[in-house]
């Protein structure tokens, strides 16, 4: 597992690990600035994202050519999320491509010994969008977290997008509704791309929406566990 223990809160830059190269710096909304990289060091396909906020480095994942979610770490409380082996459906990113939809049904694992059950739909509405310059594709999903015991944690639904080139999911407006009922709308769509030399590339700093931020560090353990989540494969 890559960590980032050693980079300062408030770094005005981002610089992946050794071994590792920065692709692409993402803007989005909800106050939240992405880092995109790859490592050599990986399985070829393989990807991390590091989230910034004003706070700082929040969380960082892991997926796979496949949009798999490999793993999750919380920076902050170093909780970590791993992908279990025998998924009954495994995410597929080729799938949602060739066929325009993907099922997927699978486990996750926390170091605390925590397990997940996640299963969902991803579909592609047919629509294209150009953000920046770079061109996306939007999508509908539908996913729901259970306990290991099958009740249900967290129900979520929206709009998000992809990229064919970079091979990777963005996010964008959903709603969530958790196992107590309490409802919450959210949209973490992006807004500028920065690539290597562009103004911008490597900015730890995000720019959107940070006077609407709401504080989530006071939420229990399970549901920031869940909110992390959601990053898991943008």
Avoid at 98 to 115: I, V, Y
Avoid at 144 to 154: Q, R
Avoid at 159 to 166: D, G, L, T, W
Avoid at 176 to 203: H, L
Wanted: net charge negative; charged share 25%; proline share 5%.
């Amino acid at each position: 597992m890559l960590t980032l223990f050693a980079l300062p809160a408030l770094a005005a830059n981002f610089t992946p690990p050794q071994g590792c190269q920065l692709e692409v710096t993402v803007q989005n909304r909800g106050c939240s600035v992405s880092q995109h990289y790859r490592c050599s060091g990986d399985t070829p396909g393989d990807q991390w994202v590091t989230y910034f906020t004003p706070d700082g480095p929040t969380y960082q994942s892991r997926i796979d050519a496949e949009t798999r979610w490999m793993e999750s770490t919380d920076l902050a409380t170093g909780l970590v999320d791993t992908l279990e082996d025998g998924a009954r459906d495994d995410a597929s990113f080729s799938t949602l491509l060739k066929t325009g939809a993907d099922d997927f049904d699978f486990w996750t694992r926390s170091n605390s010994g925590e397990r997940l059950h996640h299963i969902g739909r991803d579909r592609l509405t047919g629509e294209k969008i150009d953000i920046d310059g770079v061109e996306l594709e939007i999508t509908h999903f539908q996913l729901k977290t259970l306990s290991e015991s099958g009740d249900e944690l967290i129900n979520r639904e929206g709009q998000q997008f992809i990229s064919r080139a970079q091979g990777r999911f963005y996010g964008g407006i959903e709603k969530s509704t958790d196992w107590t009922g309490a409802a919450e709308n959210s949209n973490d769509s992006p807004v500028s791309f920065s690539f290597p030399g562009q103004p911008g590339f490597g900015s730890t700093k995000p720019e959107y929406d940070c006077d609407l931020q709401m504080v989530r560090g006071g939420k229990p353990d399970l549901m920031r566990q869940l909110m992390i989540l959601k990053e898991a494969r943008t």
